[in-house]
């Protein structure tokens, strides 16, 4: 791969885009690569993925300005389901994904975190969407996910004025998690990580779906939901061992996700 670097560490998997002389900036090869990375995540052994980006200066800076500068309207609605096809695929992943949001976060790069499932970031990140600026909307899912996240209200605010905001903002706002100073940011996302991949696999990945699926929909729906893949917990070796470990007052041997 040109643009993207997979390594897994234990049950942890670690996607850096890698494209820091322009800043990460995502350009179609760089999706490509990404749905590709996706598709090769070994779910048997990896419980939880972080996505970071190259250098110390920025996550992503947005979808590629040069590529999409001369596109045809046509093309401009491909590029934006090119992106959102491969957002969606992280969002929908079987397992959480953690942004670690290691600088700039604009655009492309603001709306790649929000499709993740937890986002943390360091203390020099920026967020924005810049788009209305550029003569364009967000394409990458970010007039959809930023009201979601932090309410319409504020969505549009930074929408319309194409306001970027620092990352003490973005904590304030609950874009993200928490701050971290640059140099610890990766340390905290593999801890998180860990804890995550430390619970059942199958409880874990039943909750990202429960909690996703559930906002879609209404609250008898999406109850309905829950206790559908509540049930399917049930009888899994993983259900029978840690509920025994507790009864027995003994810790979990282990999580074998089945
Ligand atoms: N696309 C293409 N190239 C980009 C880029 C982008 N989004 N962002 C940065 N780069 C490139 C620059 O062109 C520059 O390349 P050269 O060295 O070849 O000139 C290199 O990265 C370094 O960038 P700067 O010199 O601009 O660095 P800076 O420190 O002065 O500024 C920045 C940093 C504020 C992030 C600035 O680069 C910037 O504003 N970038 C664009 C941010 C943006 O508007 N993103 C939204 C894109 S639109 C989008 O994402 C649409 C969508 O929703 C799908």
Redesign the pocket.
């Given at each position: 791969m040109e643009y993207i670097t997979y390594e897994a560490e234990g049950q942890i998997g670690i996607i850096t885009i890698n494209r820091p002389?322009?800043?990460n900036?995502?350009?179609s090869t760089v999706l490509d690569e990404l749905d590709k990375t996706l598709d090769g995540v070994d779910l048997e052994s990896i419980r939880c993925l972080i996505l970071t980006g190259a250098g110390e200066?920025?996550f992503v800076?947005?979808?590629?300005?040069?590529?999409?500068s001369s596109l045809t309207k046509a093309e401009g609605e491909a590029?934006?389901k090119k992106?959102n096809d491969v957002f969606r695929k992280i969002e929908t992943f079987p397992i959480p994904v953690i942004a670690a949001v290691n600088g700039?976060a604009?655009?492309?790069?603001c709306?790649i975190s929000m499709s993740c499932d937890i986002r943390i970031c360091s203390e020099n990140a920026?967020f924005?969407?810049?788009?209305a600026?550029?003569g364009?909307?967000?394409?990458?899912?970010?007039t959809q996910r930023l009201a979601r996240i932090v309410g319409t209200g504020k969505a549009k605010e930074m929408i319309y004025g194409a306001r970027?905001i620092k990352a003490e903002e973005a904590y304030r706002i609950g874009l993200v998690n928490n701050v971290y100073p640059a140099d610890e940011l990766m340390a905290a996302a593999k801890k998180l990580a860990t804890t995550i991949a430390r619970n059942a696999p199958i409880a874990v990945r039943n909750c990202k779906r429960a909690i996703n699926e559930g906002m879609q929909v209404d609250m008898d729906q999406a109850i309905a939901i829950e206790e559908k893949l509540f049930g399917d917990c049930f009888e899994s070796h993983d259900q029978r061992e840690g509920m025994a470990a507790f009864l027995e007052k003994r810790k979990v041997e282990a999580f074998l996700n089945k």
């Open positions: 002389k322009a800043l900036a995502l350009n200066k920025s800076a947005g979808a590629d300005i040069g590529e999409m590029f934006g992106g700039f604009l655009g492309g790069g709306e920026v924005g969407q810049p788009e600026g550029l364009i909307t967000p394409g990458f899912g970010g970027n």
